[in-house]
């Protein structure tokens, strides 16, 4: 258990609907960073937050946002979705001025759009 | 965005071997970073370096950060088959407020 607790695991869904992946970083932690990874590609970097606040934006369609609350925890929200959205979505925290040491990751959202 | 290139994409390998990737930069890097990440899980870390010529082994595996500060090298020596999987490489400049990963590099061990 890496600390960093991503649900749902899977998700199956039908086009055109939208879906909330929760993420709650590691304890003590207050960057999340969102990616999203399709099949045999590398990790797209989609959004990052610090403390609330959004920090970093990446390659995020606009149909995608995200949030972070003032417990941390984070929600990635997707809509109008599309078959080529299905993906895994991994989200990652980092503590205060520790990003050269490394995320930590969780163990992903599989999202499957039929 | 990935701003690492990183070689090969993948790799079949014999069980036993010794295998050699690595990830390059226009850019100069303060960390290096390396990741494995196995089917169906998140990448884990594996070794982080951060002086510029410094070699770093975690068991059978040794990372090098180039004296150039613009590229990384892994090592896996004596393969097995619970190498299998995707490794990443990552870097992080001063003042960046996140990590520039590699494409990643799929490793699949023949028995």
């Known amino acids: 258990d890496s600390g960093v607790t991503q649900t749902p695991k899977h998700l199956i869904t039908a086009t055109g609907q939208r879906v909330t992946l929760r993420c709650s970083p590691r304890?003590?932690?207050?960057?999340v960073y969102w990616y999203q990874q399709s099949l045999d590609q590398g990790l797209q970097f989609l959004i990052q937050?610090?403390?609330?606040?959004?920090?970093a934006k990446g390659n995020i369609l606009e149909r995608f946002s995200a949030q972070q609350f003032p417990d941390l925890h984070s929600e990635l929200n997707l809509s109008s979705l599309e078959l080529g959205d299905s993906a895994l979505y991994f989200c990652?925290?980092?503590?205060?001025?520790?990003?050269?040491?490394?995320?930590?990751f969780g163990s992903g959202t599989r999202l499957t759009v039929v | 965005g990935q701003q690492l290139n990183q070689s090969p994409q993948s790799m079949f390998i014999q069980e036993g071997e010794d295998v050699s990737m690595n990830c390059t930069s226009s850019s100069i890097f303060n960390t290096w970073l390396w990741y494995k990440q196995d089917p169906g899980e998140g990448p884990v870390l594996l070794i982080a370096l951060y002086k510029a010529g410094e070699l770093t082994s975690n068991g059978r595996l040794t990372a090098q950060f180039g004296i150039t500060r613009k590229d990384s090298f892994l090592n896996i020596s004596a393969s097995i088959p619970s190498d299998v999987g995707i490794y990443f490489c990552a870097g992080h400049r001063s003042n960046d407020y996140k990590l520039s990963f590699g494409a990643g590099t799929t490793v699949t061990v023949r028995a």
């Open positions: 937050y610090y403390n609330g606040e959004e920090r």
């Open positions: 990652a925290s980092s503590a205060v001025g520790t990003v050269d040491y490394g995320y930590t």
């Open positions: 304890s003590g932690d207050l960057s």
